[in-house]
Structures are given as C-alpha cells and as structure tokens.
C-alpha cells in the first residue's frame, strides 16, 4: 500500500489525539491516536499486526507532521509559493487523486489556531528514540523552504525552533542546514559543516563523525523503523551528501601531505 493510501485507508483507524490526529480526523471524518499502539490484550485492527500498527502509525505521523509543519512554516513566511508546493509534491510523490486531500490537511493545519509548538512536540514525542526520522523530517522541510532558491530568515528561524523542540542543538541545526545547497557557495557545501566537525579536528575525529552519521541515516536503519519509501530515498540522499564530504576532506588532506 503506498503511503497515501496508509494515510487515507486503513492506517488511520488506527489513531486518536493530538493536533496530528484532529487533523486526520478532519480529513478522514474519525479520530486518529497518534499516541498509543494496540494494548496487549486488543486485537490487531484491520487484520494488522501490531508491528504492522505500529509501522503503519510512524509512517502516518512523519507524513501528516511534514505537511503540518509545513503549512505553520508558510503561514510563518506569509505566502505559499507554487514552486514549494511542487517540491512537496515530488517529494512525497503525492498521485493526482490524492491531491485534494493533501491541500485540505495543509489548509486545515494552517487555519488551525493551535502554534507549530504543538505539533512539533507531538512529533518528538513520538520519534524520541528516533532523530534521524527527526532529522529526515528537518531536511525535508528545508527542501520545501529554499524550493524558491530562498531561504528567508523567518523560515530559518522557525525551523530552529522546530529544530530545539525535536531535541537538537546549534551545532546539530547548523550541521544539518550545512547540507543544503543554500547554506553553503553556490556551488558547494562546506565538507566540514556537513559532518559537523572543525575544520582543524584530527584524522580521527573526522572519521567518527563520519562513522557516526553513517551508521545514523543508514537507509536500512530507517527501513526497519518503518518508513515508507519516499523517506528512504531522502535517507539515500543524506547518506550520499556525508559520504561525498568525508571523501573530499579525505582528497584535500592526503593531498595536503603529499605536497608537505
């Protein structure tokens, strides 16, 4: 089943509470519990396990929370722009059929009188043992921010102060903006930054930084907790981007001692 049809069909019956789940009670027309998974003694629902449940509930979240938090960062900026709803689009490969109903969660998040604070926190809530989710979903919100070739300073903010709710330093923040195109020349991104590392720091320093970062958005890591496929693919781009700077520190410093 794809994502839409997780969000749409089944998966939602699954949940009640929260701004995510009045927002998918709006759509739906039933509550959705984004905070508790089946009881031990409830039978699976809809003919799913509750390993399924709880999968099928992560994905239901991550996706309803993206456009959530995307329609509090529009709302922030005061406009929302063809080209970033386009980028939403190709990013969550949202069908034709669905497109309705995807607009009406963004509009209903965005008239809802309820701040971003408290949506963020039900997100962190439910993936606290999980940042890379959360920081898959920073990166896809940035994604969407600078579609426009901009990214404005009321959006930096605001996703900052996402950033601090999911439990994310300054130095984490400014590490994971560092991998978009914009923060960087235009040409490149700072190696460094993308690792989150000095640029003075030690051979061995920046290997565990890399290792760590690794190991931390591993698409298959994000697989085994349940993410849908659109999100492994934003993994298998981060993962990309971390390798590719560790391997150009790993040139210019080989290439440094060679000439030394």
């Known amino acids: 089943m794809s994502i839409w049809g997780k969000i749409l069909g089944g998966a939602a019956g699954l949940f009640t509470g929260g701004p995510l789940g009045a927002l998918l009670g709006g759509l739906a027309g039933h509550a959705v519990d984004l905070w508790s998974p089946c009881g031990p003694d409830e039978q699976p629902r809809r003919g799913m396990s509750d390993a399924e449940a709880e999968a099928a509930k992560q994905t239901v979240a991550f996706t309803i929370g993206v456009i959530a938090l995307a329609a509090k960062m529009a709302r922030a900026d005061g406009v929302v722009k063809r080209v970033e709803v386009d980028t939403f689009k190709r990013l969550f490969r949202v069908p034709p059929e669905e497109l309705d109903n995807v607009g009406r969660v963004f509009d209903l998040a965005r008239r809802d009188t309820r701040g971003f604070e408290e949506y963020a926190r039900q997100i962190a809530k439910l993936f606290e043992d999980k940042h890379a989710v959360l920081e898959e979903l920073l990166d896809s919100l940035l994604m969407i921010a600078e579609a426009d070739d901009e990214l404005h300073e009321t959006e930096v903010e605001y996703l900052r102060a996402v950033a601090m709710i999911f439990g994310f330093d300054e130095a ?7 991998g978009h195109h914009l923060a960087g020349t235009p040409t490149e991104t700072d190696p460094y930054a993308v690792l989150g590392v000095a640029r003075l720091a030690g051979d061995n320093a920046v290997k565990a930084a890399h290792r760590a970062l690794v190991r931390e ?4 890591r994000l697989i085994a ?5 659109e999100f492994i693919d934003l993994a298998t781009q981060k993962l990309a981007l971390i390798n590719a700077a560790y391997d150009r520190i790993r040139r210019e410093r080989e290439g440094a001692a060679a000439l030394s």
Do not use: K, N, S
């Open 217 to 220: 958005h591993h698409p298959d």
């Open 172 to 178: 984490d923040f400014r590490r994971i903006v560092a």
């Open 225 to 229: 907790q349940g993410m849908p496929q």
